[in-house]
């Protein structure tokens, strides 16, 4: 199994950032893929961004693209989500999620574990 916690969420006005972090612990070796997904009030789950455990390859939602970043630490487990120039729309709890192969990185049913979110307010 693979436990995942993150961190960093917060209360931001528009314009500001946020860097969130998602630490992998437990038999991280499954690991291929990680994922970040967000779930705002009354909406469904969707697709942030990816990046691939081995070559660090990075993918992103047109919503977010320019203006989040994902990054990993190999050594530490870790996957960071750096989030700037945030909207009010981006409001939502984040969740990171792992994945034990490549696949399509923007189906969150494929992923097989997740963290248990964490909550990012953009005030207007």
């Known amino acids: 199994q693979v436990q995942l916690v993150e961190s960093g969420g917060g209360l931001v006005q528009a314009g500001g950032s946020l860097r969130l972090s998602c630490a992998a612990s437990?038999?991280?070796?499954?690991?291929?893929?990680m994922g970040w997904f967000r779930q705002a009030p009354g909406k469904e789950r969707e697709f942030v961004g990816a990046?691939?455990?081995?070559?660090?390859?990075?993918y992103y939602a047109d919503s977010v693209k320019g203006r989040f970043t994902i990054s990993r630490d190999n050594a530490k487990n870790t996957v960071v989500l750096q989030m700037n120039s945030l909207k009010p729309e981006d409001t939502a709890v984040y969740y990171c999620?792992?994945?034990?192969?490549?696949?399509?990185?923007?189906?969150?049913?494929?992923?097989?574990?997740w963290g248990q979110g964490t909550q990012v307010t953009v005030s207007s």
């Open positions: 437990g038999r991280t070796f499954l690991m291929n893929a």
């Open positions: 990046i691939t455990w081995s070559r660090g390859n990075t």
């Open positions: 999620g792992a994945r034990v192969d490549i696949g399509t990185l923007d189906r969150g049913y494929e992923y097989a574990y």
